[in-house]
């Protein structure tokens, strides 16, 4: 089996890193853009076409108001000082998610880097913030009610291809291999549709400590993996 083309990663554990080094949780957000940068430099050296991370979801409003001050405050600063060299090495930046909620100074740093990436084709990375899957289906089912008023699309025509053609990005492509790092062992509304088939793979590692060999064994183990996708495997029910 091929390296994964399509991988996606929920970056859990920021704050209980911080806690086990006695900081506060920002600093292990901040360690954790540093690990993200590791990461998409391993993740275009091993030919991944598209990385996508789970960086705020919709339900991280929720969190203390400092932290998501903080949190959003980062991502914009990130975007600032990072813009340039991810321009230089070849990599798209797309953002998935919900721009609505967010502020008029970070829409504007995600257009610029957006607009600013579109033509680079070595890797693309999606960005998924104030993202969540439900939220993301309920978005694609108004699209397809509006289309329908406007008789834009008819009912009968419509199947999974359509239906991600209404999705936050359809040029995002089915996911193969999604890690989650931090312990836990669930999806936590991430990329619901995209994800119907991915190999799932969990590590206790906290995010800030995941390492470019941890994103290979990841590959690794995905490879030694046989795919079915719900059909027959040597003339026996996939059961």
Same mark, same amino acid.
């Given at each position: 089996m091929n390296t994964p083309k399509n991988i996606a990663i929920i970056m859990d554990g920021n704050g209980r890193w911080a806690q086990k080094q006695n900081k506060n949780r920002s600093a292990g957000h901040k360690e954790g853009v540093k690990t993200l940068k590791k990461i998409v430099k391993a993740a275009a050296d091993l030919k991944v076409e598209s990385l996508t991370v789970y960086a705020f979801s919709t339900e991280n409003w929720k969190r203390p108001k400092a932290e998501v001050d903080f949190l959003l /405050? =980062?991502? $914009? $600063?990130t975007m600032r000082n990072e813009v340039e060299e991810l321009l230089q090495n070849g990599v798209k930046v797309n953002f998935i998610g919900r721009k609505d909620e967010l502020s008029e100074n970070l829409i504007n740093e995600i257009d610029h880097i957006e607009k600013h990436s579109l #033509?680079? #084709?070595k890797l693309t990375l999606n960005i998924a913030f104030n993202y969540g899957g439900r939220a993301e289906i309920i978005d694609s089912a108004k699209k397809i009610a509006e289309a329908y008023k406007n008789n834009e699309i008819k009912l009968d025509q419509l199947d999974e291809n359509n239906f991600s053609n209404f999705l936050y990005n359809r040029q995002l492509q089915d996911v193969e291999l999604l890690i989650r790092t931090g312990g836990d062992m669930r999806l936590s509304n991430f990329l619901l549709w995209q994800s119907a088939y991915a190999e799932l793979?969990? /590590?206790d590692k906290f995010w800030p400590d995941f390492e470019a060999e941890d994103l290979i064994k990841a590959i690794k183990e995905f490879k030694q993996r046989e795919r079915r996708f @719900? @059909? =027959?495997? @040597? @003339?026996?029910n996939d059961a």
């Open positions: /405050t =980062l991502m $914009r $600063r #033509k680079n #084709k793979y969990f /590590t @719900g @059909g =027959l495997n @040597g @003339g026996e």
